[in-house]
Every structure is written in structure tokens, then in C-alpha cells.
């Protein structure tokens, strides 16, 4: 963390970033000052293509959500009494608060708007995206990790997952590892 890049060290570039997303970046993603979420302008995430617009999800996608509070909690290692954890934690509630669908027994994938988190409306496409959560440690095992990895079940196929399950897109869009693709 300490190597010299160019006159800043790794830390300092890590830093500057994540103060950049906080404010928000000329290419419009920010942070909710409220709920320390993370806003992505549509075309911004794995899912969205420019050419035809596969799932545009403009608003604040459940995995950039995981990826942040990842981000956030490495921070807090680096640069201890920062209030970095402070922002991890705030990030978690909120996740835990606003995503979580207790009808559907998972996390919504998007919170969809172009506004405050709290006013963005949830998409509960059942999406693997969720399990981000769970698998950077965001959600602790509980409960709610069980009710979601249960309902996921319905999205694998040999080899991956469906994105979209059937009925819910004209397409049975799959992940798919190296070796089932072959």
C-alpha cells in the first residue's frame, strides 16, 4: 500500500477514489448521502449492455451495493479510525432495510430510480446478484442467507445460473463456468 505510484502511494489512490465516488464522479455514480448506498447510472453494471439495452437498472443494483460495503470494510483496514467501518456498517443496514423482500425470501436486485435510495422503487427479479451479499460477507449466515440461497435453487442449470428465470423475459439467459461452456 505503500509503493509509490507516480507521486501517491496505492492507499492514497484507493482513498482519493472512494472520496470521488462519495461526491460523486463526472460519470454520475455517487453515493446516498442518507443511506451510504451506492447510485450507478443506467449502463453501468455487468448487466446492462449499450446495444439493445439487455436490463437497464438504473438506481442502486444489489451487487455494486456488496461490492461497495467490500470496498468500504478494506478501507477501514487500511486506514483504521477513519469512519470508514462507520459507512460499511451504514451501508449493511441499509442494504438489510431496503433490498430485503421477506414476501419473496430475497433481496431485491435493484432499487430502481434516479433519485434518493429510500424513494427508488425495488425490483424483485429473482437475480444471483444477491448472492454477493453472502459471499462477501455483507449479510451474515442467518435466517435470511438460508431463505435466499433456497430461492435461488431455481436459477441453476448444469453448468450455471439463469439470469432471468422463465416467464419473467422472452430469453433463458444463462452464466455458464469455462468448463460447461466447452
Same mark, same amino acid.
Request: aromatic fraction near 10%.
Given at each position: ?48 449492455? !449499450? ?6 437498472? &438504473? ?10 460495503? !467490500? ?25 438489510e432495510s ?5 414476501? &419473496? ?6 432499487? &430502481? ?14 437475480r444471483p !446478484? ?32 439463469e439470469v ?19
Open positions: 500500500m505503500a509503493q509509490d505510484l507516480d507521486g501517491r502511494t496505492l492507499k492514497q489512490v484507493a482513498l482519493d477514489m472512494t472520496r470521488s465516488i462519495e461526491t460523486g464522479t463526472p460519470t454520475g455514480v455517487k453515493m446516498d448521502q442518507e443511506t451510504g448506498l451506492l447510485f450507478s447510472p443506467s449502463h453501468f453494471t455487468w448487466m446492462d449492455t !449499450n446495444f439493445p439495452a439487455g436490463s437497464p437498472r &438504473q438506481g442502486y443494483p444489489v451487487e455494486i451495493q456488496a461490492l461497495w460495503h !467490500n470496498a468500504l470494510t478494506f478501507l477501514e483496514i487500511i486506514d483504521p479510525g477513519s469512519g470508514w467501518g462507520r459507512k460499511a456498517d451504514q451501508v449493511r443496514l441499509s442494504i431496503l433490498f430485503w423482500n421477506e414476501a &419473496q425470501g430475497y433481496f431485491s436486485d435493484c432499487l &430502481q430510480g434516479d433519485g434518493p435510495a429510500r424513494k427508488a422503487l425495488p425490483d424483485d427479479a429473482l !446478484n444477491q448472492l454477493l451479499l453472502f459471499t462477501l460477507g455483507v449479510m451474515p449466515p442467518g435466517e435470511k442467507a438460508r431463505k435466499t440461497v433456497e430461492t435461488c435453487l431455481e436459477l441453476l442449470v448444469p453448468g450455471g445460473f432471468w428465470p422463465t416467464g419473467n423475459w422472452p430469453c433463458r439467459c444463462r452464466w455458464f463456468t469455462t468448463k460447461s461452456a466447452q
